[in-house]
């Protein structure tokens, strides 16, 4: 017992004196002008641990083990300052930092679409980096959607509020690639009703690649890159720390709750969020209650990350769970009220309406798709020497189910599984005389199987992606130049793909060899190999620290998806028949980027230029027969056929945003997005004119202006408070691909919003919840935007009011309350 009490003495005695021997930093943060700068983070990134200025601009960090360290100090509107310094145990190390204003966002530092991680200001591409502050101000349905509001030249394709795919200056689908934490999302997104299966709650910053990516990211990055980046917070060691967030939408009733939690143990961190959502049906002063478009979504996400002297080590795992309504847009002719199919086979006409309390019920209707994605995935790296490795590896499935049957719901009619595995590595060599270098290969494997559907718009198929890079950079005074060159390999194939009747449910069913009795050969064997070289080149002049001019020329390149080339059935989600071409050749673009950025004492401005000349461009049209008349394979269902030919789009984006010093608490910020979109096929446009003229899905002029009040100090509880107003305004889209009917005119509208937020601090300063109100489309507009899918979900030439199709959204007020812990 003696030797027990004496071991624990001793043991308590070296803690006590580990304690002792720890050091501390403390100061105070002020701008030139002596006024102090409260909210200042003050980071020591090796240790993972930090501290926030008080509305004095004082600080202090605890517990601090000798030693050398970084230290960072940050604010938003003031340039990073870094320092390095020995901390001695048991002594305090004073610092008394000076902060001057910032020069905006270029200085921000990316990692999306180079080599590693570069200042915005150096790279000639146009990147644009939304922050998850100006996200929850922002308040959507979706996170696709809140960006769209941050960055001018993104716009998105939607089916109903919580699904959209984004689109970057006039080209989306798979020409867009979208990330998450770096991996690239794999979830059959070539279907139009496919949406982004991310959780929008888990997000820290999203950084956007305007451009042609191809060269670090190979086929699908030929219109730029998406990379929604999970948030890992600063902590303090052996305290657990998270947020717990509510968020209310009052047009379809949503409801979302996300709590997230995060702990640190020595070098390791732990991160979890689990998020809920559900909505019913949205409505607008046109369709009243739109059928079909209510949802519930699940998603869980957990990180883990170490950080050593080699290096790091960061683990991902994603599960995202997503029950969607499918619209169809049938009505009755005369009221106009939505009607719904309760029959296999049935006149659309002379369905039954939708009783009034399905259309305000959270309960998800017998025709809907369910989607699950998983994810694991783990990124690296290691020191070596002066250089490092990156490397990446992740595996994910997307298990899509749509049930399109009334009298079977359990029965789906599309049920696809797709396995991916993605893999990613690159070295970053040396730095020799200022030449930054790196290496690099990526790509993936796909596996495609059809389960137990009736339909199947698409092959079982095996693919397989390889492409290798090398990337430089370096400067010359003020002129930072980068590029370098990429060869992609992609090989696809499939076997022959048996249709059969399936006597247990009157459908059909696959028909494997080989017994194909009765059965028709849907999908005839194939195999291809598409190859391609990309490259970019590009410069920025630093004319000054304020104003710098950029210019970039690149080489994208895509691989057709499985659609273009395979496909051949219904897509009971999209409610449209798919028929392609395996002739196609892959897509090739030359784009020519240049731009202007100034950041000046009361305004910050930017102009970006750009071309694009595509070969081999795809799209769709809808079918008609050599009558005029619409062909119809699957009754109730359009049918679309890809075309291939060439195209050009070109456009610019244009941001002035002011903030003015005299008052220094208020914003204005515009922005203008232009983009036009030719179809270069001569023959079409021979036959048809201007109905060929213009590619489909080309956004209209966007201008969006913001009046933003904030205050720069505390009041009594308040902080961060601000308060806005925005001015949403959408040109008419006269530059339409008319032929067949496959897009109508557009006309203008313009919406009008307003929030309002502020942080809440109890006794001890200390922020006890952040609360944001929205308020879009105060006037309760009736719109249908030119993106809008269910814009052509309509059965009639005419109808009493004169309005066909489905409307967007009307009036929706939105409040997001979050608590931290």
């Not at 888990?202 to 699908?220: F, H, N, Q």
């Not at 709590?259 to 369709?287: C, E, I, M, P």
Request: proline share 5%; charged share 20%.
């Amino acid at each position: 017992m003696k030797q027990l009490s004496t071991l624990l003495f001793l043991l308590l005695l070296s803690v006590a004196n580990a304690f002792a021997q720890q050091g501390m930093v403390k100061g105070a943060v002020v701008n030139k002008g002596g006024k102090p700068v409260q909210f200042a983070n003050i980071a020591i990134p090796a240790l993972h641990t930090g501290a926030t200025a008080d509305q004095q601009g004082l600080f202090s960090i605890k517990n601090i083990a000798p030693g050398t360290y970084d230290i960072k100090i940050s604010m938003v509107g003031y340039q990073t300052v870094k320092l390095r310094k020995q901390i001695t145990g048991e002594q305090t190390t004073a610092l008394n930092i000076t902060l001057e204003e910032d020069l905006s966002k270029l200085e921000e530092v990316v990692v999306t679409g180079v080599s590693r991680a570069t200042a915005v200001r150096k790279n000639p591409i146009p990147i644009a980096v939304i922050g998850k502050r100006e996200m929850n101000m922002n308040v959507n349905n979706n996170i696709i959607d809140a960006i769209i509001k941050g960055v001018p030249g993104v716009s998105a394709v939607t089916t109903g509020p919580n699904i959209s795919k984004p689109f970057i200056r006039g080209l989306g689908y798979n020409r867009v690639l979208t990330l998450f934490d770096g991996v690239r999302q794999e979830g059959q997104q070539w279907g139009d009703e496919h949406g982004i299966e991310i959780d929008q709650y888990g997000i820290s910053r999203a950084e956007v690649v305007k451009g042609p990516a191809s060269l670090t990211y190979g086929s699908d990055a030929l219109a730029g890159v998406i990379n929604m980046i999970p948030d890992i917070p600063e902590l303090t060691p052996g305290k657990l720390q998270g947020s717990f967030l509510t968020d209310y939408h009052s047009n379809n009733g949503m409801i979302g709750s996300s709590l997230g939690l995060a702990y640190r143990q020595n070098d390791w961190k732990y991160v979890f969020r689990g998020t809920a959502k559900a909505a019913h049906n949205y409505r607008n002063s046109v369709d009243g209650f739109v059928y079909g478009t209510a949802f519930r979504e699940y998603n869980l996400t957990t990180l883990a990350r170490v950080d050593k002297s080699w290096g790091y080590s960061q683990f991902g795992a994603t599960l995202y769970d997503n029950t969607q309504e499918i619209p169809d847009g049938s009505r009755d002719s005369l009221t106009r009220k939505f009607t719904k199919q309760v029959k296999e086979e049935d006149d659309i006409k002379d369905r039954p309406l939708v009783p009034d309390n399905e259309l305000r019920t959270y309960t998800i209707n017998p025709l809907h798709q369910h989607i699950q994605h998983y994810r694991i995935y783990n990124r690296s790296k290691w020191n070596l020497g002066a250089g490092d490795i990156n490397t990446m590896i992740g595996l994910q499935q997307s298990i899509r189910r749509e049930y399109n049957h009334p009298e079977m719901p359990a029965q789906p009619g599309l049920y696809v599984v797709l396995n991916t595995l993605n893999y990613d590595v690159r070295y970053n060599l040396p730095v020799l005389n200022g030449l930054e270098t790196t290496v690099g290969a990526n790509g993936m494997y796909q596996q495609n199987r059809s389960k137990n559907g009736t339909d199947f718009p698409i092959p079982d198929y095996n693919l397989f992606d390889i492409g290798g890079f090398i990337f430089a950079r370096k400067s010359f005074g003020k002129v930072d130049v980068s590029g370098g060159i990429r060869y992609d390999n992609r090989s696809i194939r499939w076997n022959d793909f048996y249709v059969g009747p399936n006597k247990e449910n009157g459908f059909e069913r696959r028909v494997q060899l080989p017994d194909t009795t009765g059965a028709h050969l849907q999908f005839p064997s194939f195999s291809n190999r598409y190859t391609g070289i990309s490259g970019s080149l590009g410069a920025t002049w630093n004319i000054s620290e304020r104003v710098l001019v950029k210019a970039n020329i690149a080489r994208g390149y895509r691989a057709p998806n499985i659609t273009e080339i395979g496909s051949n059935g219904l897509d009971p989600g999209a409610h449209i028949v798919y028929l392609g071409n395996r002739g196609f050749k892959p897509e090739f673009s030359l784009q020519e980027d240049i731009g202007l950025q100034a950041w000046l004492p009361d305004a910050d401005i930017s102009l970006e230029l750009f071309n694009n000349n595509i070969e081999n461009y795809i799209y769709q049209a809808r079918l008609y027969d050599n009558a005029g008349n619409p062909v119809v394979i699957v009754p109730g269902n359009a049918t679309y056929k890809y075309q291939q030919s060439a195209a050009r789009l070109f456009g610019a984006e244009v941001s002035v945003n002011l903030h003015p010093r005299a008052i220094a608490w208020l914003t204005m910020n515009n922005s203008m997005a232009y983009t036009q979109g030719r179809n270069r096929n001569m023959e079409l446009i021979s036959k048809y004119g201007d109905e060929a003229r213009y590619l489909p899905f080309i956004p209209p002029t966007h201008i969006r202006s913001e009046l933003k009040a904030a205050t720069q100090r505390n009041y009594g509880i308040f902080t961060k408070a601000y308060a806005r107003v925005e001015a949403d305004i959408f040109a008419g889209q006269p530059h339409f691909y008319g032929v067949d009917d496959t897009e109508t005119y557009t006309p203008g509208y313009t919406l009008f919003n307003i929030g309002a937020g502020t942080g809440i601090l109890n006794k001890k300063g200390k922020t006890v919840c952040e609360i944001f109100l929205q308020l879009d489309n105060v006037a309760n507009v009736a719109y249908q935007a030119n993106m809008n899918r269910l814009k052509y979900f309509e059965y009639y030439s005419s109808s009493p009011n004169g309005r066909l199709g489905i409307y967007n959204m009307g009036r929706n007020f939105s409040a997001k309350v979050i608590v931290p812990f």
